[in-house]
C-alpha cells in the first residue's frame, strides 16, 4: 500500500508530486522518490527514509519540469534502500516507472532480460518492467505500455513516463487503487484521493485492466486491447481525514476490508502458476533441510502468537514435524530445550516486537535455525532471522491487528505444505485441495462483508454486557482466543476464549442468564461434540451466536443467531472465520464510543518489556 502521484500540467511538476507524497505519508512507507521530465531528459531524484530526506535534496538541487510522477514505498522485494526506492528507469533512463503491488512474475522476465544483456541495479520486482518497456518500445508510448501490461502476472498500479513522449503519462491497475483527478489544463494521478483534494474533487476511479492515457488537456481511458472506455466522474464529497480512511470510519475497517487484497498478495509468487504445488523460491530448502529439524518452535506475542497456536495444527497435520508454540516473552526464562535441530519461527506483524526479538535471539544462541514471518522488510526481526518469509499485508494503522493476521495465517499455511512437499510427508492430492481452496479465499471473503449488518445487530445486543465468552474445540479454539483479544482490546469488554471441552472443568460457573457465547462451530470432525458444549451454556440461559461454514444446519437448531462462513476446507476455514469476529469487535467498540483506532494503554509495535 505504497503511495503514487504523478502531475501534468503548467506548473512545476516537483511542488505537487513532494505535496502529495505528504499527504499520503499515513499510509506507511520506508522510501521516496520523484522523476520529472525536462529538456529531453528524465531525472530521478529519491532517498531511503522519510520524506523530509527526499525534501532536503529537492531543495538542494531543483527538480525542473511540468511532467512527473513520484512514489513512497513499502518494501516488498528487496529491502529499504536508496538504490531500490522508486521511481525505476532502464539503463538509458528512457523509460521511468512507479508501482504498487507485486509482479509475480518478475523473476522469469528478469532472466529473460538479463539473457538480452540488460543490467539490474535494485533487488525490485518493479524495475523488469522498465527494462521491459524499454526492450519492448515500437515507437509508440501507449502500444508499448499495452504489451508490456500484457506480460504482467500479479497485482499493481503502474505509472509510466517515456522521454520520447513526455506530453502524457500513462497509467494502469489490477487489485492496486488508482485515481485521475481531473483539473483545468493540468490532471493528476494517485493512489489515493487525498494526494488530490487540496486540487480537485472531480476524479475518475480506474477499474481492474484499464489503462489511462493522461495529457495536461485530455484523458483516454481503454482496455488492453486500446478500446475506448467512457468514464464517469465520480465527485469527492469527504473530508481529508476521511478521505484517508478511504471513506471508512475508522482505519481498522478499512484494513478488515483490505484483507482479500492482502490475502491474494501473500499467496502471489507462492502458488505454482498450474495451482498444484507451493513454491518458496528464496527459501532454497532441500528434503534434508526438513527432514534434519526433529522439532519446530513457534513463539511470537499477542494476535501473531494466536497464529502461531493454528501453525501448529497446519504443521503437525501436514509435515508431520512436532511444534511447540511459546508466548515469546516467557521462552527465556524457562530454560528451553532448544538445539541445532530446532527451527525457530518467528512471527511479528512489525518485526521489531522486543519479547520476540529477544526470544529470537536466545534460540539462535542455543543453537536453532531461524526462520522470521513479518511484514516489514529491513526489520530488527527480519535482519537477525536466519532466512524471511513477508507477509504482504500493506502498513497497518490501526492498533488492532487484522490483515497481519490473516495474511500470518496464509503464510504460515503455505510454509506448511512447503515442508510437507519437501519431507515427503503430503499427500498431493491434499495439497491441491488445499491451495485450490486457499485461492478462493479473497473471493469468498466478499460473502462475509455481505452480510455485515447482521453483525453489526450483534454489537448493539453487546452493548452494555459486562463479559462475553467465545468457546470452540480445534482450530475454533486458537481463533476463540484471537476472537476474544479483539474484542476486549478495542470494546473494554472482559472477554476470554475457552477450549469448548474445559467448559465443565470450572468455566460454566461463569455462564448466567444473558451472558454473550460466541461459538465457534467451523470443524466438522468436532461438531457433534460442540453442539454438546453449545446445550451446556443453552441450559444456563446463555445468548449464543453460532459460527458455522454454509449449509450447516444442525448448529443453527440449538443457537440463538448464526454468522454463516462460506464452505471450504478445516484447514482455510479460520482465515475467514477470524473476520466475523474482527467485525463484530470493531462494531461494539464503536456503539460504545471508543476509539477504535488508537485504543487505550495499547501501542500498534511493543518495543519494550
Same mark, same amino acid.
Given at each position: =500500500?505504497?503511495?503514487?502521484?504523478?502531475? !501534468?500540467?503548467?506548473?512545476?511538476?516537483?511542488?505537487?508530486?513532494?505535496?502529495?507524497?505528504?499527504?499520503?505519508?499515513?499510509?506507511?512507507?520506508?522510501?521516496?522518490?520523484?522523476?520529472?521530465?525536462?529538456?529531453?531528459?528524465?531525472?530521478?531524484?529519491?532517498? $531511503?527514509?522519510?520524506?523530509?530526506?527526499?525534501?532536503?535534496?529537492?531543495?538542494?538541487?531543483?527538480?525542473?519540469?511540468?511532467?512527473?510522477?513520484?512514489?513512497?514505498?513499502?518494501?516488498?522485494?528487496?529491502? *529499504?534502500?536508496?538504490?531500490?526506492?522508486?521511481?525505476?528507469?532502464?539503463?538509458?533512463?528512457?523509460?521511468?516507472?512507479?508501482?504498487?503491488?507485486?509482479?509475480?512474475?518478475?523473476?522469469?522476465?528478469?532472466?529473460? %532480460?538479463?539473457?538480452?544483456?540488460?543490467?539490474?541495479?535494485?533487488?525490485?520486482?518493479?524495475?523488469?518492467?522498465?527494462?521491459?518497456? +524499454?526492450?519492448?518500445?515500437?515507437?509508440?508510448?501507449?502500444?508499448?505500455?499495452?504489451?508490456?501490461?500484457?506480460? %504482467?502476472?500479479?497485482?499493481?498500479?503502474?505509472?509510466?513516463?517515456?522521454?520520447?513522449?513526455?506530453?502524457?503519462?500513462?497509467?494502469?491497475?489490477?487489485?492496486? *487503487?488508482?485515481?485521475?483527478?481531473?483539473?483545468?489544463?493540468?490532471?493528476?494521478?494517485?493512489?489515493?484521493?487525498?494526494?488530490?483534494?487540496?486540487?480537485?474533487?472531480?476524479?475518475?476511479?480506474?477499474?481492474?485492466?484499464?489503462?489511462?492515457?493522461?495529457?495536461?488537456?485530455?484523458?483516454?481511458? @481503454?482496455?488492453?486491447?486500446?478500446?475506448?472506455?467512457?468514464?464517469?466522474?465520480?465527485? $469527492?464529497?469527504?473530508?481529508?481525514?476521511?478521505?484517508?480512511?478511504?471513506?471508512?470510519?475508522?482505519?481498522? #475497517?478499512?484494513?478488515?476490508?483490505?484483507? *482479500?487484497?492482502?490475502?491474494?498478495? @501473500?499467496?502471489?509468487?507462492?502458488?505454482?502458476?498450474?495451482?498444484?504445488?507451493?513454491?518458496?523460491?528464496?527459501?532454497?530448502?532441500?528434503?534434508?533441510?526438513?527432514?534434519?529439524?526433529?522439532?519446530?518452535?513457534?513463539?511470537?506475542?499477542?494476535?501473531?502468537?494466536?497464529?502461531?497456536?493454528?501453525?501448529?495444527?497446519?504443521?503437525?497435520?501436514?509435515?508431520?514435524?512436532?511444534?511447540?508454540?511459546?508466548?515469546?516473552?516467557?521462552?527465556?526464562?524457562?530454560?528451553?530445550?532448544?538445539?541445532?535441530?530446532?527451527?525457530?519461527?518467528?512471527?511479528?506483524?512489525?518485526?521489531?516486537?522486543?519479547?520476540?526479538?529477544?526470544?529470537?535471539?536466545?534460540?539462535?544462541?542455543?543453537?536453532?535455525?531461524?526462520?522470521?514471518?513479518?511484514?516489514?522488510?529491513?526489520?530488527?526481526?527480519?535482519?537477525?532471522?536466519?532466512?524471511?518469509?513477508?507477509?504482504?499485508?500493506?502498513?497497518?494503522?490501526? /492498533?488492532?491487528?487484522?490483515?497481519?493476521?490473516? @495474511?500470518?495465517?496464509?503464510?504460515? %499455511?503455505?510454509?506448511?505444505?512447503?515442508?510437507?512437499?519437501?519431507?515427503?510427508?503430503?499427500?498431493?492430492?491434499?495439497?491441491?485441495?488445499?491451495?485450490?481452496?486457499?485461492?478462493?479465499?479473497?473471493?469468498?471473503?466478499?460473502?462475509?462483508?455481505?452480510?455485515?449488518?447482521?453483525?453489526?445487530?450483534?454489537?448493539?445486543?453487546?452493548?452494555?454486557?459486562?463479559?462475553?465468552?467465545?468457546?470452540?474445540?480445534? #482450530?475454533?479454539?486458537?481463533?476463540?482466543?484471537?476472537?476474544?483479544?479483539?474484542?476486549?482490546?478495542?470494546?473494554?469488554?472482559?472477554?476470554?476464549?475457552?477450549?469448548?471441552?474445559?467448559?465443565?472443568?470450572?468455566?460454566?460457573?461463569?455462564?448466567?442468564?444473558?451472558?454473550?457465547? !460466541?461459538?465457534? +462451530? @467451523?470443524?466438522?470432525?468436532?461438531?457433534?461434540? =460442540?453442539?454438546?458444549?453449545?446445550?451446556?451454556?443453552?441450559?444456563?440461559?446463555?445468548?449464543? /451466536?453460532?459460527?458455522?461454514?454454509?449449509?450447516?444446519?444442525?448448529?443453527?437448531?440449538? /443457537?440463538?443467531?448464526?454468522?454463516?462462513?462460506?464452505?471450504?476446507?478445516?484447514?482455510?476455514?479460520?482465515?475467514?472465520?477470524?473476520?466475523?469476529?474482527?467485525? %463484530?469487535?470493531?462494531?461494539?467498540? /464503536?456503539?460504545?464510543?471508543?476509539?477504535?483506532?488508537? *485504543?487505550?494503554?495499547?501501542?500498534?509495535?511493543?518495543?519494550?518489556?
Amino acid at each position: =500500500m505504497c503511495g503514487i502521484v504523478g502531475y !501534468i500540467g503548467d506548473r512545476q511538476a516537483t511542488e505537487f508530486l513532494m505535496d502529495g507524497l505528504a499527504k499520503l505519508e499515513y499510509r506507511g512507507y520506508d522510501s521516496a522518490g520523484i522523476a520529472v521530465y525536462h529538456d529531453g531528459k528524465i531525472t530521478v531524484q529519491k532517498k $531511503v527514509g522519510r520524506l523530509v530526506n527526499l525534501q532536503k535534496i529537492v531543495e538542494k538541487h531543483p527538480n525542473v519540469g511540468t511532467v512527473g510522477i513520484g512514489h513512497t514505498r513499502w518494501a516488498t522485494h528487496g529491502g *529499504p534502500s536508496d538504490i531500490n526506492s522508486h521511481p525505476h528507469t532502464d539503463e538509458k533512463g528512457d523509460f521511468a516507472v512507479v508501482h504498487n503491488g507485486i509482479i509475480e512474475n518478475y523473476l522469469e522476465l528478469k532472466e529473460e %532480460l538479463i539473457g538480452k544483456g540488460y543490467h539490474f541495479k535494485s533487488e525490485t520486482d518493479t524495475e523488469v518492467v522498465a527494462h521491459l518497456c +524499454a526492450d519492448m518500445y515500437d515507437g509508440d508510448f501507449a502500444s508499448t505500455v499495452r504489451h508490456v501490461l500484457l506480460r %504482467l502476472r500479479g497485482s499493481f498500479s503502474l505509472v509510466f513516463l517515456c522521454r520520447f513522449e513526455p506530453d502524457k503519462i500513462i497509467c494502469s491497475k489490477r487489485d492496486n *487503487p488508482l485515481i485521475i483527478g481531473l483539473g483545468n489544463g493540468e490532471n493528476y494521478i494517485a493512489s489515493d484521493i487525498p494526494a488530490i483534494l487540496s486540487y480537485t474533487r472531480r476524479t475518475y476511479i480506474l477499474n481492474d485492466e484499464e489503462m489511462a492515457i493522461v495529457q495536461k488537456d485530455k484523458i483516454w481511458v @481503454t482496455d488492453y486491447e486500446g478500446i475506448p472506455i467512457s468514464k464517469k466522474i465520480f465527485e $469527492v464529497n469527504w473530508d481529508a481525514e476521511a478521505a484517508e480512511k478511504g471513506g471508512f470510519e475508522h482505519f481498522m #475497517l478499512k484494513e478488515i476490508y483490505e484483507q *482479500p487484497k492482502a490475502i491474494r498478495d @501473500t499467496m502471489s509468487c507462492r502458488i505454482a502458476n498450474d495451482g498444484t504445488h507451493v513454491v518458496f523460491d528464496k527459501l532454497k530448502w532441500t528434503p534434508e533441510d526438513v527432514k534434519s529439524i526433529d522439532k519446530i518452535l513457534i513463539t511470537a506475542c499477542g494476535t501473531a502468537y494466536h497464529a502461531g497456536l493454528l501453525a501448529k495444527y497446519f504443521i503437525e497435520k501436514i509435515a508431520k514435524i512436532p511444534v511447540e508454540v511459546d508466548i515469546a516473552s516467557e521462552y527465556r526464562y524457562r530454560d528451553p530445550l532448544t538445539d541445532h535441530k530446532t527451527l525457530c519461527i518467528v512471527i511479528s506483524q512489525s518485526g521489531e516486537t522486543i519479547d520476540t526479538l529477544a526470544a529470537l535471539k536466545e534460540a539462535k544462541r542455543r543453537g536453532a535455525r531461524s526462520l522470521a514471518v513479518t511484514n516489514v522488510l529491513g526489520s530488527s526481526i527480519s535482519r537477525e532471522a536466519d532466512q524471511v518469509v513477508y507477509t504482504w499485508a500493506g502498513p497497518e494503522i490501526a /492498533v488492532a491487528s487484522t490483515k497481519a493476521y490473516t @495474511t500470518q495465517l496464509v503464510a504460515l %499455511l503455505l510454509l506448511s505444505l512447503y515442508m510437507g512437499q519437501l519431507n515427503g510427508e503430503l499427500d498431493s492430492e491434499l495439497e491441491g485441495h488445499i491451495l485450490s481452496d486457499l485461492m478462493n479465499v479473497p473471493d469468498q471473503c466478499q460473502q462475509i462483508f455481505d452480510h455485515v449488518d447482521d453483525i453489526h445487530a450483534y454489537a448493539n445486543q453487546f452493548k452494555e454486557k459486562e463479559d462475553v465468552f467465545f468457546i470452540g474445540r480445534s #482450530l475454533d479454539y486458537a481463533l476463540a482466543m484471537e476472537g476474544a483479544l479483539k474484542l476486549k482490546e478495542i470494546s473494554y469488554i472482559h472477554a476470554e476464549a475457552y477450549a469448548g471441552g474445559e467448559l465443565k472443568h470450572g468455566t460454566l460457573a461463569l455462564i448466567i442468564s444473558g451472558v454473550p457465547v !460466541i461459538a465457534l +462451530a @467451523t470443524q466438522t470432525n468436532v461438531e457433534e461434540k =460442540m453442539i454438546s458444549n453449545i446445550k451446556e451454556v443453552k441450559a444456563r440461559d446463555a445468548f449464543v /451466536v453460532g459460527v458455522v461454514q454454509e449449509h450447516d444446519t444442525e448448529v443453527a437448531k440449538c /443457537v440463538d443467531a448464526v454468522i454463516t462462513i462460506p464452505k471450504t476446507s478445516h484447514f482455510v476455514v479460520p482465515i475467514m472465520t477470524v473476520i466475523p469476529l474482527q467485525l %463484530l469487535a470493531y462494531y461494539t467498540a /464503536v456503539v460504545r464510543g471508543n476509539d477504535v483506532d488508537k *485504543p487505550r494503554n495499547l501501542a500498534k509495535s511493543v518495543t519494550v518489556e
